[in-house]
Protein backbone atom coordinates (compact mmCIF):
# COMPACT_ATOMS: atom_id res chain seq x y z
CA UNK A 1 0.00 0.00 0.00
CA UNK A 2 1.69 3.06 -0.67
CA UNK A 3 2.23 6.10 1.22
CA UNK A 4 0.18 8.73 -0.08
CA UNK A 5 -3.23 10.09 1.10
CA UNK A 6 -5.95 12.56 -0.04
CA UNK A 7 -8.22 14.67 1.77
CA UNK A 8 -11.40 15.00 1.82
CA UNK A 9 -12.53 11.51 -0.31
CA UNK A 10 -15.70 13.18 -0.77
CA UNK A 11 -16.79 16.18 -1.60
CA UNK A 12 -20.45 17.96 -2.89
CA UNK A 13 -20.08 21.85 -2.97
CA UNK A 14 -21.85 24.67 -4.60
CA UNK A 15 -20.86 26.50 -8.18
CA UNK A 16 -18.67 29.53 -7.28
CA UNK A 17 -17.06 28.05 -4.04
CA UNK A 18 -13.62 28.21 -3.42
CA UNK A 19 -11.77 24.66 -2.45
CA UNK A 20 -8.32 22.92 -1.84
CA UNK A 21 -8.08 19.38 -2.62
CA UNK A 22 -4.71 17.42 -0.21
CA UNK A 23 -2.13 15.80 -1.30
CA UNK A 24 0.65 14.52 0.67
CA UNK A 25 2.70 11.41 0.64
CA UNK A 26 5.65 10.41 2.84
CA UNK A 27 8.02 8.43 0.62
CA UNK A 28 10.35 11.97 -0.11
CA UNK A 29 9.34 11.49 -3.42
CA UNK A 30 10.37 14.22 -5.56
CA UNK A 31 8.17 14.00 -8.47
CA UNK A 32 4.33 14.94 -7.89
CA UNK A 33 1.02 14.94 -9.85
CA UNK A 34 -3.00 16.00 -10.17
CA UNK A 35 -4.80 13.51 -12.91
CA UNK A 36 -8.28 14.34 -13.72
CA UNK A 37 -10.34 11.33 -14.85
CA UNK A 38 -14.06 11.04 -15.08
CA UNK A 39 -15.50 7.56 -14.64
CA UNK A 40 -14.45 4.79 -16.68
CA UNK A 41 -12.53 6.90 -18.41
CA UNK A 42 -8.92 7.80 -19.29
CA UNK A 43 -6.37 10.01 -17.01
CA UNK A 44 -5.64 13.53 -17.65
CA UNK A 45 -2.57 15.44 -16.16
CA UNK A 46 -3.56 18.99 -14.86
CA UNK A 47 -0.48 19.82 -13.24
CA UNK A 48 2.70 18.27 -12.18
CA UNK A 49 5.60 19.07 -9.88
CA UNK A 50 9.33 18.33 -10.55
CA UNK A 51 10.62 19.01 -6.92
CA UNK A 52 9.92 22.36 -4.45
CA UNK A 53 8.83 25.74 -6.03
CA UNK A 54 8.62 23.81 -9.11
CA UNK A 55 5.30 23.02 -10.65
CA UNK A 56 4.06 23.04 -14.44
CA UNK A 57 0.33 22.68 -15.97
CA UNK A 58 -0.31 19.62 -17.43
CA UNK A 59 -1.87 18.15 -20.98
CA UNK A 60 -5.12 19.36 -19.72
CA UNK A 61 -6.51 23.10 -19.65
CA UNK A 62 -7.81 23.47 -16.17
CA UNK A 63 -8.93 26.08 -13.75
CA UNK A 64 -6.85 24.79 -10.52
CA UNK A 65 -3.83 26.00 -9.73
CA UNK A 66 -1.00 23.93 -7.41
CA UNK A 67 1.79 24.68 -4.97
CA UNK A 68 4.75 22.80 -3.59
CA UNK A 69 6.34 24.53 -0.76
CA UNK A 70 7.02 21.36 1.07
CA UNK A 71 8.31 17.94 -0.52
CA UNK A 72 5.45 16.09 0.96
CA UNK A 73 2.54 18.24 0.00
CA UNK A 74 1.10 19.31 -3.15
CA UNK A 75 -2.48 20.58 -2.83
CA UNK A 76 -4.48 22.18 -5.58
CA UNK A 77 -7.13 24.22 -5.62
CA UNK A 78 -10.15 25.37 -7.31
CA UNK A 79 -10.82 29.49 -7.04
CA UNK A 80 -14.31 29.40 -7.77
CA UNK A 81 -15.90 25.47 -8.79
CA UNK A 82 -18.22 25.16 -11.76
CA UNK A 83 -20.57 21.56 -12.65
CA UNK A 84 -17.63 20.90 -15.01
CA UNK A 85 -15.12 21.10 -12.63
CA UNK A 86 -17.16 17.23 -11.46
CA UNK A 87 -14.97 14.49 -11.16
CA UNK A 88 -12.59 12.08 -10.15
CA UNK A 89 -9.00 13.85 -8.90
CA UNK A 90 -6.23 11.09 -8.46
CA UNK A 91 -2.66 12.43 -7.39
CA UNK A 92 0.62 10.76 -7.39
CA UNK A 93 3.74 10.78 -6.76
CA UNK A 94 7.27 9.09 -8.26
CA UNK A 95 11.05 8.88 -7.18
CA UNK A 96 13.12 10.31 -9.47
CA UNK A 97 15.62 6.89 -9.28
CA UNK A 98 12.18 5.27 -10.55
CA UNK A 99 9.13 5.48 -13.45
CA UNK A 100 6.51 3.75 -11.25
CA UNK A 101 3.81 6.17 -10.08
CA UNK A 102 1.80 5.60 -6.82
CA UNK A 103 -1.24 6.60 -6.46
CA UNK A 104 -3.71 7.93 -3.65
CA UNK A 105 -7.22 6.67 -3.24
CA UNK A 106 -8.53 9.87 -5.05
CA UNK A 107 -11.17 12.47 -4.58
CA UNK A 108 -14.80 12.75 -5.89
CA UNK A 109 -15.54 15.75 -6.39
CA UNK A 110 -19.34 16.94 -6.97
CA UNK A 111 -20.15 20.82 -8.27
CA UNK A 112 -23.98 21.05 -8.08
CA UNK B 1 -2.71 14.33 -26.04
CA UNK B 2 -4.16 10.66 -25.75
CA UNK B 3 -0.98 8.25 -26.63
CA UNK B 4 -2.55 5.08 -25.45
CA UNK B 5 -4.99 3.54 -27.30
CA UNK B 6 -6.60 0.20 -25.61
CA UNK B 7 -8.77 -2.52 -26.97
CA UNK B 8 -10.65 -4.44 -26.21
CA UNK B 9 -12.45 -1.58 -24.33
CA UNK B 10 -14.46 -4.21 -22.26
CA UNK B 11 -13.75 -7.66 -21.17
CA UNK B 12 -15.86 -10.20 -19.75
CA UNK B 13 -14.73 -14.12 -18.56
CA UNK B 14 -14.64 -16.72 -16.23
CA UNK B 15 -12.69 -17.48 -13.30
CA UNK B 16 -9.71 -19.55 -14.70
CA UNK B 17 -9.56 -17.73 -17.99
CA UNK B 18 -6.63 -16.18 -19.37
CA UNK B 19 -7.35 -11.99 -20.05
CA UNK B 20 -5.35 -10.58 -22.78
CA UNK B 21 -5.69 -6.35 -23.40
CA UNK B 22 -3.77 -4.87 -25.85
CA UNK B 23 -2.74 -0.86 -25.72
CA UNK B 24 -1.08 1.15 -28.94
CA UNK B 25 0.50 4.28 -28.88
CA UNK B 26 1.86 6.73 -30.99
CA UNK B 27 4.82 8.26 -29.85
CA UNK B 28 8.45 6.82 -29.42
CA UNK B 29 8.69 6.10 -25.90
CA UNK B 30 11.39 5.18 -23.05
CA UNK B 31 9.09 2.50 -21.29
CA UNK B 32 5.70 1.26 -21.37
CA UNK B 33 3.54 0.49 -17.81
CA UNK B 34 0.65 -1.02 -16.90
CA UNK B 35 -1.74 0.07 -13.79
CA UNK B 36 -4.79 -1.51 -12.51
CA UNK B 37 -7.46 0.40 -10.76
CA UNK B 38 -9.97 -0.93 -8.49
CA UNK B 39 -13.28 0.69 -9.11
CA UNK B 40 -13.44 4.40 -7.09
CA UNK B 41 -9.91 3.95 -6.17
CA UNK B 42 -6.53 5.06 -7.13
CA UNK B 43 -4.13 3.56 -9.72
CA UNK B 44 -1.89 0.15 -8.61
CA UNK B 45 1.23 -0.23 -10.58
CA UNK B 46 1.75 -3.70 -12.24
CA UNK B 47 4.36 -4.06 -14.49
CA UNK B 48 7.32 -2.05 -16.19
CA UNK B 49 8.54 -3.10 -20.15
CA UNK B 50 11.77 -0.92 -21.21
CA UNK B 51 11.25 -0.16 -24.57
CA UNK B 52 14.75 -2.50 -25.42
CA UNK B 53 13.11 -5.15 -24.03
CA UNK B 54 10.18 -7.30 -25.82
CA UNK B 55 8.84 -9.40 -23.17
CA UNK B 56 8.04 -9.44 -19.12
CA UNK B 57 6.88 -11.57 -16.68
CA UNK B 58 5.67 -10.87 -13.41
CA UNK B 59 4.00 -14.01 -11.20
CA UNK B 60 0.66 -14.50 -13.53
CA UNK B 61 1.13 -10.96 -15.61
CA UNK B 62 3.08 -11.27 -18.91
CA UNK B 63 3.81 -8.12 -21.24
CA UNK B 64 4.91 -8.19 -24.79
CA UNK B 65 6.19 -4.72 -26.30
CA UNK B 66 6.55 -5.08 -30.12
CA UNK B 67 7.97 -0.99 -31.12
CA UNK B 68 8.02 -1.53 -34.58
CA UNK B 69 3.93 -2.15 -34.15
CA UNK B 70 3.92 0.41 -31.24
CA UNK B 71 1.94 -1.84 -29.25
CA UNK B 72 1.89 -4.01 -26.24
CA UNK B 73 -0.20 -6.60 -24.48
CA UNK B 74 -1.03 -7.60 -21.22
CA UNK B 75 -2.31 -11.02 -20.17
CA UNK B 76 -3.15 -12.33 -16.98
CA UNK B 77 -3.24 -16.10 -16.68
CA UNK B 78 -5.31 -18.43 -15.04
CA UNK B 79 -8.01 -15.22 -14.00
CA UNK B 80 -9.48 -14.34 -10.21
CA UNK B 81 -12.50 -12.89 -9.53
CA UNK B 82 -10.39 -10.85 -7.27
CA UNK B 83 -8.83 -9.27 -11.13
CA UNK B 84 -11.87 -7.40 -11.90
CA UNK B 85 -10.51 -4.22 -12.43
CA UNK B 86 -10.07 -2.00 -15.15
CA UNK B 87 -6.68 -1.71 -16.56
CA UNK B 88 -4.60 0.87 -18.48
CA UNK B 89 -1.38 0.96 -20.07
CA UNK B 90 0.91 4.51 -19.57
CA UNK B 91 3.69 5.53 -21.96
CA UNK B 92 6.39 7.39 -20.79
CA UNK B 93 7.84 9.51 -23.61
CA UNK B 94 11.51 9.69 -22.45
CA UNK B 95 11.93 12.23 -20.01
CA UNK B 96 10.82 10.40 -16.96
CA UNK B 97 8.80 12.84 -15.72
CA UNK B 98 5.49 12.36 -17.64
CA UNK B 99 3.12 9.42 -18.15
CA UNK B 100 0.36 9.15 -20.47
CA UNK B 101 -2.14 7.00 -19.66
CA UNK B 102 -4.51 5.14 -22.21
CA UNK B 103 -8.46 4.79 -21.81
CA UNK B 104 -8.19 1.60 -19.99
CA UNK B 105 -9.87 -1.97 -20.45
CA UNK B 106 -12.61 -2.72 -17.97
CA UNK B 107 -12.26 -6.69 -16.90
CA UNK B 108 -15.14 -8.43 -15.67
CA UNK B 109 -13.90 -12.15 -13.96
CA UNK B 110 -17.15 -13.87 -13.23
CA UNK B 111 -17.05 -16.84 -10.90
Known amino acids: EADIYQTPRYLVIGTGKKITLECSQT?????MYWYQQDPGMELHLIHYSYGVNSTEKGDLSSESTVSRIRTEHFPLTLESARPSHTSQYLCASASTLDYEQYFGPGTRLTVT | SQQGEEDPQALSIQEGENATMNCSYKTSINNLQWYRQNSGRGLVHLIL?????REKHSGRLRVTLDTSKKSSSLLITASRAADTASYFCATDEGNGNKLVFGAGTILRVKS
Open chain 1, 27 to 31: MGHDK
Open chain 2, 49 to 53: IRSNE
